[in-house]
């Protein structure tokens, strides 16, 4: 399958349309953490590593926005991501899914992370994991979609990196026939994306721009 191909599959086969919800970092922090709370991550992410459909928006956003709390991190900038791209370039997928296996489990919502290995899952013919992955792959980016619906700034789609907003671009199908414009806000960096009059907000947090 061609990548041109796959990524509009993975892409354009995602969503409908979703609830919109405002972002709150505070709250999920402190549910993430609480044992108690139905949004505690040991529950959440046994769900997503074990049945990702059974993910409802919310508990997709608990999972999504919650990787800023996390430690464990896997910045596209660290020699670990930098080996599995390697290994990728050179087509050895078998090293790919091993090499991308062992970040997933330090960083499992790491969607750079987990197209890396749908494509290499794809190249090597296996269904099962690919699907798996890539049930968990649309959960994380439904939950990112349904943070706001971009037409303003106080309802812009909030995402955790630049990576990550160029995946949400993919999905709104937003081509470099748009033209990009940027300003600081209190809570990251708003990107105005316009074409032809229209326009769709993109808010970045600062976790992924200072940290």
């Known amino acids: 399958m061609k990548y041109h191909f796959f990524l509009l599959f993975v892409l354009f086969s995602v969503f409908g349309f979703s609830q919109k919800s405002k972002i709150d970092l505070k709250t999920i922090e402190k549910d993430l953490k609480n044992p108690k709370s139905p949004y505690n991550y040991e529950k959440l992410i046994f769900k ?3 049945y990702p459909k059974s ?10 926005y919650g990787r800023n709390f996390s430690k464990d991190k896997v910045r596209i900038s660290d020699e670990r991501f930098k080996g599995l791209t390697e290994a990728f370039k ?11 296996k062992a970040l997933y489990d330090k960083d ?10 749908l494509r290499a899952y794809d190249s090597l013919k296996d269904g099962t994991n690919f699907m798996h992955h890539l ?11 349904s943070s706001g619906n971009g ?14 907003e160029y995946i949400l671009l993919n999905i709104l ?4 026939d748009y033209t990009r ?13 316009e074409k032809d009059g229209h326009a769709i907000y993109i808010r970045i947090l600062y976790f992924e721009l200072i940290n």
Do not use: H
């Not at 499992?108 to 290995?117: E, F, S």
């Not at 037409?151 to 990550?164: F, I, K, L, P, W």
């Open 173 to 176: 199908n937003v081509g470099q």
């Open 48 to 50: 997503y590593k074990g």
């Open 108 to 117: 499992p919502t790491n969607l750079d992370v987990l197209l890396i290995l």
């Open 90 to 100: 050179q087509n050895n997928f078998e090293d790919c899914i091993k090499q991308g």
């Open 55 to 64: 993910l409802d928006s919310i508990e997709a956003q608990y999972l999504y």
């Open 151 to 164: 037409t303003s700034e106080s309802t812009a789609y909030v995402v955790n990196s630049v990576g990550d």
């Open 181 to 193: 414009s940027a300003r600081p806000s209190k809570s990251g960096m708003v990107d105005i994306w």
């Open 135 to 145: 049930n968990q792959f649309r959960s994380l980016t439904e939950g990112m979609k």
